[in-house]
């Protein structure tokens, strides 16, 4: 008998207490800007032994307006923006050089938040993307080497040898120059945060940009 998919999802508890520690958040206090919040979150994420905080969702759309959606790692947050990197050629790059706007999804159950930001994307200059390629990991490099991210592939086998080649050359050329690699940087329109509360209280503190720095509004759960 096959797996019951409707069983498995009413078996399931959002927010167990065992593993959740939902935290109290006082919008009143929060910072002016958004940035400093994302930071003490992140922080607070960590500590709480959030596995991977710094994945988050990425989502862009085509030319025709259809939306994707990926995991992406984080590479930074600072006055420029959120900052993720790809390749220029890949469905993400062929979708954010048609249409430069995007919106990121950050999710931390272990203590019960989300952060939503969305903005215009810029890439940043050749010589930044390279330097964040090569102070990354072996790894990062030899993914990066092997290329044709979203192309179709023929076999296994394909992407093995390729996949050696790849690891032989980052490890041997650990400056190796990837052309394609960009860093995007997301400049933020809107920051949204999410507090979940037991009761469904939801608090949502939406930070969303003037012409002189950020209103803060709250919104209903």
Avoid: C, I, N
């Avoid at 593993?19 to 922080?43: H, I, Y």
């Avoid at 469905?91 to 931390?108: C, E, I, N, T, V």
């Avoid at 903005?119 to 940043?124: C, F, H, L, R, Y």
């Avoid at 992407?159 to 050359?169: F, G, V, Y």
């Amino acid at each position: 008998m096959g797996t019951d998919l409707h069983e498995l999802l009413r078996s399931l508890r959002v927010w167990d207490d065992s593993v959740t520690d939902l935290r109290s958040f006082d919008p009143a206090t929060a910072p002016e800007a958004p940035l400093a919040l994302f930071t003490t979150w992140f922080a607070e994420a960590v500590a709480a032994r959030q596995t991977e905080p710094h994945t988050m969702s990425l989502a862009t759309s085509d030319a025709e307006g259809r939306p994707d959606v990926r995991t992406v790692m984080l590479h930074g947050a600072d006055a420029d923006g959120w900052a993720f990197a790809s390749h220029s050629h890949s469905r993400k790059g062929g979708h954010l050089a048609a249409r430069p706007y995007a919106a990121l999804g950050f999710y931390w159950p272990v203590l019960g938040r989300q952060v939503r930001v969305r903005g215009p994307v810029t890439a940043a200059p050749s010589a930044e993307g390279q330097a964040d390629l090569h102070a990354r990991s072996t790894g990062a490099l030899a993914a990066a080497l092997t290329g044709r991210q979203s192309e179709v592939l023929g076999s296994v086998e394909e992407l093995a040898r390729a996949s050696a080649a790849a690891w032989e050359r980052a490890q041997r050329e650990p400056d190796a120059p990837v052309a394609s690699w960009t860093l995007y940087r997301l400049v933020p329109e809107e920051v949204e945060f999410f507090q979940g509360d037991a009761r469904r209280q939801h608090v949502r503190l939406l930070y969303r940009r003037t012409g002189d720095g950020w209103a803060r509004e709250l919104l209903w759960p």
